[in-house]
């Protein structure tokens, strides 16, 4: 009998260590618009951008394809990978599964006992106000106002989201990210309106209604689709040639 080589479950570990690597490194890379939507991907090029073997590149970009940041064009030998572009269709699709995820969160913390629901209820107006205040002020900054968006939202999730469900949002997450990155480039103070829907979500959670609170996040990112969407005919859809 051969006795196991112990060396073969480090070298899988390395191998899973640098698909996780080049995986984190092109979503970021996608989600930030680094490269754009439509943009073609060629396998040596991302290898040689990365500074990483076509191995784990090719694993990480098999994932993102599931996760449909990245879709195949053509069929046969004429297939290649794209950037998935950002439309009209696809922004409602990911809006509407982030306010179900999101939705089912803001639920749960509006069940959270008087004690930290209270200390949430006022991390979430102080964020909320500094987004109004960021979205107000001249010159712009949508950097900043994208940032405490992102803030208010992730407040309620951390607050009340079991390990499950955080780990599905924020596996998902990232690809409302790619919409919402346009959303605030875009739209101007007309990203107001969210604030408002903020204040629904704030109320609810602080009156402790659970149907409220998911009704309120759920309605903020159909709404949020609808505005991006108005955006997005406006501007024309990115990277569908």
Same mark, same amino acid.
């Given at each position: 009998m051969v006795a196991p080589d112990p060396a073969v479950p480090s070298r899988r570990a390395a191998r899973r260590e640098l698909v996780t690597q080049a995986y984190e490194r092109l979503r970021r890379l996608i989600v930030t618009g680094e490269m754009a939507p439509g943009t /073609?991907?060629?396998? =040596?090029?991302?290898?040689? /951008?990365?500074n990483m073997s076509r191995t784990p590149?090719?694993?990480?970009?098999?994932?993102? %394809?599931?996760?449909?940041?990245? %879709?195949? &064009?053509?069929?046969?030998? %004429?297939? /290649?990978?794209?950037?998935?572009?950002?439309?009209?269709?696809?922004?409602?699709? =990911?809006?509407?599964? =982030?306010?179900?995820?999101?939705?089912?969160?803001? /639920?749960? @913390?509006a069940g959270l006992p008087a004690g930290p629901r209270g200390a949430l209820v006022q991390e979430l107006e102080r964020i909320n106000d500094a987004m109004r205040q960021s979205a107000t002020r001249s010159p712009r900054d949508p950097a900043e106002t994208l940032r405490l968006d992102c803030d208010f939202h992730r407040a309620y999730v951390e607050a009340a989201a079991g390990p499950r469900l955080l780990a599905l949002h924020r596996a998902?997450?990232?690809? &409302?990210?790619?919409? =919402?990155?346009?959303?605030?480039?875009?739209?101007?103070t007309e990203v107001l309106v969210s604030t408002q829907e903020h204040e629904q979500i704030i109320r609810a959670i602080a009156d402790g209604d659970p149907i409220a609170?998911?009704?309120a996040v %759920?309605?903020?990112?159909?709404n949020a689709a609808g505005r991006l969407?108005?955006?997005? @005919?406006r501007f024309g859809e990115q990277g569908r040639w």
């Open positions: /073609r991907i060629v396998e =040596v090029d991302i290898a040689a /951008r990365l590149i090719r694993s990480a970009l098999h994932i993102l %394809q599931k996760e449909g940041y990245i %879709q195949a &064009a053509g069929k046969g030998r %004429q297939s /290649r990978l794209t950037i998935t572009p950002l439309t009209q269709d696809d922004a409602f699709e =990911v809006f509407t599964i =982030v306010g179900d995820i999101e939705g089912l969160a803001a /639920r749960w @913390a998902f997450k990232p690809q &409302a990210d790619r919409y =919402v990155q346009l959303y605030y480039m875009t739209l101007g609170a998911r009704h %759920q309605s903020n990112w159909e969407n108005k955006s997005i @005919a």
